[in-house]
């Protein structure tokens, strides 16, 4: 399937569908190295992940809310596509707390896995 293949709604939620993915397998502890050479190398990625970025660090969204907020909310994240958009899911997936506070959380936490 060719990128302008893939349904619009997929894309905009990439970093949904590959982070909960790849958190649930298990597999985002094993990204630490990747995730510090994508740090060194590359711009300032985007908060939520842009499809690029979506299968190595969409994980690290979903990383952070279950550090946060617990399993319960990242299984709810992931199961329930918020009709108004990523930001409104984010807002509530991390309690209501403002999208800009939750991006600089987001951050953090990739600069600590990167450096761990």
């Not at 842009?50 to 399993?71: F, H, N, Q």
């Not at 319960?72 to 509530?92: D, I, N, T, V, Y």
Request: charged share 25%; aromatic share 8%; hydrophobic share 45%.
């Amino acid at each position: 399937m060719r990128l302008g293949e893939i349904p619009l709604a997929e894309l905009r939620w990439a970093w949904l569908l590959e982070g909960a993915a790849r958190w649930f397998a298990g597999q985002t502890d094993y990204a630490r190295p990747a995730i510090a050479r994508r740090l060194r190398e590359g711009p300032a990625p985007s908060f939520p992940p842009g499809i690029r970025d979506a299968p190595l660090l969409g994980g690290t969204v979903i990383d952070l809310l279950v550090s946060e907020e617990g399993e319960e909310a990242a299984a709810e994240l992931a199961s329930h596509l918020h009709p108004q958009g990523a930001r409104a899911a984010l807002s509530r997936a991390f309690r209501g707390r403002t999208f800009a506070r939750t991006e600089r959380a987001w951050r953090a936490h990739l600069e600590l896995l990167a450096s761990g």
